[in-house]
């Protein structure tokens, strides 16, 4: 029997799709997005993949990591001076600190987005009110409002992932506002408008999908942000308190060490140092993405 299919079927990918492609694409951002998934898998699974409790002490105080000469396997990453495994510590960490930034940026862009995204639509007074008042707390730095607020509320670890979402959220409305009010006023929104469409519509099939390049990159740059600000919060003794082992304040804890030993420091500011470009790289990887399907 004769084929009468005489066309060749094309499947068209999604939009998606295509922007999966082109970040698979991008060496630099997949390398990011591994390592970004191994700090997830921590935080997740951490204290069923550490070698040792986090009361653990051993008797080798200050033991050095396996591959010193004076290091030995059983602690990988060596122990402080307390005797505890660097290693376990370090994994135990990621739920902390990788895993409150991840709240904070959370909690930051379920409030500020849908915020940003109402400003930026609406006009008049309440417009004005909420973009004057968000000019007003940018100005002011992120890591200060966070210790102002840890101030008022405490120390400990929940306060400071509360001081550091309270000072994201405007971050986020005021982004999202620029974002929106720089969408709609280009000219294919006016002849939306004129076509009758409605606000709705309009923020659905025009303005969400042409800013979601920019509500990625904020997200991104709020999550390092968050992590940042956790672990200098840590590190100044105000944030998560001994013997919690949030990275900053193992970073802090052990700032005494630096000489006599070194790998106290130096692998906690190590951690700290590869989420933060892992994030930023799997940020920017999307946003490149998001950018090429648009060019």
Not at 94 to 101: D, E, I, R, V
Not at 110 to 117: F, H, N, V, W
Request: proline fraction near 4%; hydrophobic fraction near 50%; aromatic fraction near 10%.
């Amino acid at each position: 029997m004769l084929n009468t299919n005489v066309f060749a079927e094309t499947t068209i990918s999604s939009a998606l799709q295509r922007v999966l492609e082109r970040f698979k694409d991008n060496s630099i951002a997949m390398i990011g997005f591994w390592v970004l998934l191994g700090f997830v898998a921590l935080a997740l699974f951490g204290p069923l993949i550490a070698p040792y409790t986090l009361d653990f002490q051993s008797d080798n105080l200050l033991q050095p990591p396996s591959w010193n000469q004076s290091g030995h396997v059983d602690n990988f990453f060596g122990t402080d001076d307390l005797g505890r495994d660097v290693l376990s510590r370090l994994i135990y960490g990621c739920q902390l600190t990788f895993g409150g930034g991840l709240i904070v940026v959370t909690f930051a862009a379920l409030i500020g987005i849908p915020l940003g995204i109402f400003s930026g639509m609406s006009r008049g007074v309440k417009s004005s009110v909420l973009h004057h008042v968000m000019d007003t707390a940018l100005s002011i730095p992120s890591l200060l409002i966070a210790i102002m607020v840890v101030s008022f509320l405490g120390t400990g670890l929940e306060n400071t992932l509360i001081a550091i979402a309270l000072a994201q959220i405007p971050q986020f409305i005021r982004f999202t506002y620029i974002a929106v009010s720089t969408e709609i006023q280009k000219e294919y929104i006016t002849a939306i408008r004129l076509d009758g469409a409605t606000n709705y519509r309009i923020l659905k099939h025009g303005v969400l999908p042409n800013i979601a390049d920019s509500i990625v990159f904020q997200i991104s740059r709020s999550f390092s942000s968050s992590l940042i600000d956790i672990t200098a919060l840590g590190f100044i003794g105000i944030g998560a308190q001994a013997p919690l082992p949030e990275w900053g304040a193992m970073l802090g804890g052990s700032k005494d060490l630096l000489f006599s030993a070194p790998w106290t420091v130096t692998l906690p500011g190590f951690v700290i140092m590869t989420s933060i470009l892992s994030v930023n790289m799997v940020g920017e990887g999307l946003r490149q993405a998001m950018l090429e399907g648009v060019d």
